[in-house]
């Protein structure tokens, strides 16, 4: 193993090692080979070994990321400024996409100098950078797009009506799908994510313009990510998802989340993942539509038609469930979900908190309307969005469903869905304190129907949690870089292998080829720790389905079921 060497203070020889050395060290290590041995034969100390075989994921990391070979040494000299607002921004850019919000490049490089300029003011910065300039150029974005895979993202404007066109045809494909599988309207469900702002009012109110001035109080920014599902009858809603930031808020430190009338789950961004939602499938969707098939004496089989978004893209086997995917730039078209049941569900959410911040102030002799509402807890919040959920009606869930599949909706969609909960609260606010509460319709429907992007304070706090929660990670790490599969890797090697033999076997010069084939094995090394990682996690899984439940084991008449339909008596 050829290294470099450096003279040290002590006058001991130190080495560099490539990357391609350790990872043909750690390949050693990982086939059962001693470390006394490796060490040996490579004329490196064992403590060099094993701190390599300690930092073994980092080392396979940097590799699958595309850093060459050949590289001694991985270095970052840029502006933390830099890094940090590029993080910021594509957690910024992750949540407009996730909240379907039209964004172009213009809108990108504005933000871009927002965040760093908010990062100089508060003092984010290198000894000696302060004076570093950004000015978002083109030359700034394009290497931006290249960084981040942003080539994969459809800007404002562009082929709109490519868009249209895709979503006819997807029209054609999913109701073939449906006849094919013999699905009937209660077999074929959706799900969808939003964020709510669970505490958030209108921006003319009294409270909402005091808001900065109130130390420590940011009730705006309390965000949740609310992941709703349904099918096409209407029959049936599945329990709703709320995703917070805190597992544990103070207000349920002693609640027993499993009784709570929400699947509740937790990480650093409040976003829907991949482990997320794999929980979510396998431990609420299935139970509850387990249950339902059942009382409704049909056969389990389900269609889960879901958008695109990179959360969703996760690989998910059930032998009673076909999950189908909408097209890219699809989902404000046709996804059903996205076609008022979201809205209603805000619409009901908000009537039903100002009727709640009304009653308690109604009850309360001694209380401002500001101190109603900063009691107003994410306990409270679980249970209002429980009742909203249940007031949606089944014909508002069938209605949703037309632009997608119009033969088999039946019911029409009711604007006053809408229209009369806007009335309801502006009526509610008008009985409140006229000083603090001045609320007109228009205000109301921005407030629920307008989408409000993460602010520069939102982005620092996201990008200033620890790293160390594994979904946080994910999400960093993985942000625009779609799932590879196990067999697609495998055989894009195997075709890379046959390219090699066949230019050394024509090219007569050795020379040549020996480079040729050293090049494009550098080339291919990113792809084959993907392949150790993909094969890992599979062995995993396997592992995993092989073991039997302890429900399994049970008889079936002894397995507890819960009913996860919502009803009157649902109601906390």
């Known amino acids: 193993m050829m290294s470099n060497t450096k003279e040290t203070r002590k006058g001991l020889k130190r080495k560099f090692i490539s990357l391609e050395d350790k990872i043909q060290i750690l390949n050693r290590l990982e086939g059962g080979e001693k470390i006394s041995s490796v060490a040996k034969s490579t004329n490196l100390n064992e403590s060099t070994i094993r701190t390599l075989k300690k930092n073994a994921d980092n080392i396979r990391k940097t590799v699958a990321n595309g850093c060459p070979l050949g590289a001694k040494r991985v270095t970052r000299t840029r502006n933390s400024n830099m890094v940090k607002m590029e993080r910021a921004l594509m957690i910024w850019l992750e949540d407009c996409i996730a909240k379907k919000i039209p964004i172009s490049g213009n809108l990108i490089k504005q933000k871009a100098l927002k965040i760093y300029e908010h990062l100089r003011n508060i003092g984010h910065s290198y000894a000696g950078l302060q004076n570093h300039s950004f000015v978002a150029s083109k030359g700034w974005f394009e290497k931006l797009k290249k960084r981040y895979t942003l080539h994969n993202i459809k800007f404002q404007g562009e082929q709109a009506s490519a868009d249209a066109e895709a979503a006819e045809n997807y029209k054609l494909e999913l109701a073939r799908i449906i006849n094919e599988g013999g699905y009937s309207p209660d077999q074929i469900f959706n799900a969808d994510e939003t964020a709510l702002y669970w505490k958030k009012l209108p921006s003319r109110t009294f409270i909402s313009k005091n808001q900065r001035r109130a130390q420590g109080f940011k009730a705006s920014k309390e965000r949740i ?12 809603m599945i329990k709703p998802m709320i995703i917070n930031r805190s597992s544990t808020p103070r207000v349920m430190k002693n609640i027993n989340k499993t009784q709570l009338p929400v699947f509740w789950r937790s990480n650093k961004k409040a976003w829907m993942t991949q482990d997320l939602f794999k929980d979510w499938f396998y431990n609420c969707f299935i139970p509850a539509v387990e249950i339902y098939t059942m009382e409704k004496n ?169 790293t160390s929660n594994a979904l946080l990670n994910e999400n960093m790490e993985n942000e625009w870089v779609p799932n590879l599969d196990l067999q697609d890797v495998k055989k894009g090697l195997n075709l890379a292998k046959e390219l090699e033999l066949h230019f050394i076997q024509i090219d007569h010069s050795t020379v040549r080829s020996a480079k040729f084939k050293r090049e494009l094995r550098n080339c291919l090394a990113p792809y084959r720790e993907v392949l150790v990682e993909l094969e890992k996690k599979a062995t995993i899984e396997n592992q995993c389905e092989d073991e039997p439940s302890e429900e399994d084991i049970l008889p079936i008449k002894r397995r507890r079921v819960r009913r996860l339909i919502f009803d009157s008596e649902d109601e906390c």
């Open 298 to 466: 049909l056969y389990f089989k389900v269609l889960l038609v879901l958008d695109n978004a990179g959360c969703h893209n996760i690989e998910l086997d059930h032998p009673n469930v076909k999950m189908v995917f909408l097209p890219p730039n699809c989902t404000s078209l046709i996804q059903p979900l996205d076609q008022g049941v979201i809205q209603t569900l805000k619409m009901y959410y908000t009537r039903q908190l100002f009727q709640t911040i009304f009653d308690r102030l109604e009850n309360s002799e001694n209380k401002t309307l500001t101190q109603v509402w900063k009691e107003f807890t994410i306990l409270d919040c679980i249970r209002t969005v429980s009742s909203a959920c249940a007031e949606i009606k089944p014909s508002t869930l069938n209605a949703c469903w037309k632009p997608l599949l119009p033969q088999m909706v039946q019911a029409i969609q009711d604007d006053s869905t809408i229209s009369l909960p806007v009335s309801e609260i502006v009526n509610i606010a008008s009985r409140l304190s006229d000083e603090e509460f001045v609320v007109s319709h228009q205000d109301v429907r921005e407030l629920v129907l307008g989408e409000e992007t993460l602010d520069e304070e939102e982005l620092m706090e996201l990008i200033d949690a620890p």
């Open 225 to 236: 990510t609310l992941h709703v599902c349904s099918n096409l009858s209407g029959s049936l």
